[in-house]
């Protein structure tokens, strides 16, 4: 059974009880046992999540393989990452070129509310690029925040992030070699959820995601490329022909001059 402790901390207990009878049969009073297990629960349910998020990793890789068009794909993982691990909401953003190096989101899966179009993000040396997905983008390195209620870096978007329930996020960087061209940020509805195995097997999450995207990209510049020398070659293809048709009219004329 689980209570809540007086500190506020949640805790499990293991409650046994035996029966006391009395002469004439019937139960006087039941003598019960009680074992703190707390520790034992959160070790099964830390068990229970790297299980559901190297589950994730597994379908995100399958994703990868079968996936053509990039959109797809981005949207493919949010929603695989929100279901398999039960996070509140799990976004993708890519870094812009821009003066106020802004991040721009390109996918989302989970309860979000318009939080992406309400909050101001940049992953510049700055206010607005503090938090998790800024600092993952600007440095190439994870970034977490156990409890946006308290960090003080958080401060720009806490507001509209308690409203929608949110208590956390992760955000893991997504390399080209050593530059980082976007993050994959994830929000819990809990404090401090992030194990370190769980941030290993999302790190590897977001260096196949990482990958993927990079293999679509590869994959959709030498397409526009085939097609590009196709039609370029059906253009000179016409033009000899047309240039053949010009010397044979040419030479034809110049035969029958010739003959007059």
Known sequence: ?????????????????????????????VLCTFMDISELKKKDEALNKLNQTLKALGKSSQAMVHSYDE?????????????DCGYAMVWIGFAEDNEEKSIKPVANAGF?????????LSWGDNEFGKGPTGKAIRTGKGSICTNIL????????????????????ISIPL?????????????????DPFTEDEVKLLNALAT??????????????????????????????ELVKLRTRELRTNSIKQIGRAHV
Do not use: N
């Open 1 to 29: 059974m689980g209570i809540i402790h007086s500190t506020g901390e949640r805790k499990w207990l293991l409650v046994q009880g035996e029966p006391q009878v009395g002469h004439d049969g019937t139960i006087q009073q």
């Open 71 to 83: 959109a797809d794909y981005l949207d493919q993982v949010c929603h695989i990452v929100k279901d």
């Open 112 to 120: 979000e509310a318009g939080y992406l179009d309400t909050i101001r």
């Open 150 to 169: 308290t960090d003080p870096d958080f401060i720009p978007w806490r507001e509209d992030a308690l409203k929608r329930g949110y208590s956390s996020s």
């Open 175 to 191: 390399l080209d070699g050593a530059t980082a061209f976007g993050a994959l940020t994830i929000y819990s509805r809990e404090f």
């Open 208 to 237: 196949d995601l990482a990958y993927g995207i990079t293999s679509i990209r590869l994959r959709e510049a030498h397409q526009k490329t085939q097609e590009e020398l196709s039609e370029f070659y059906g253009k000179l293809e």
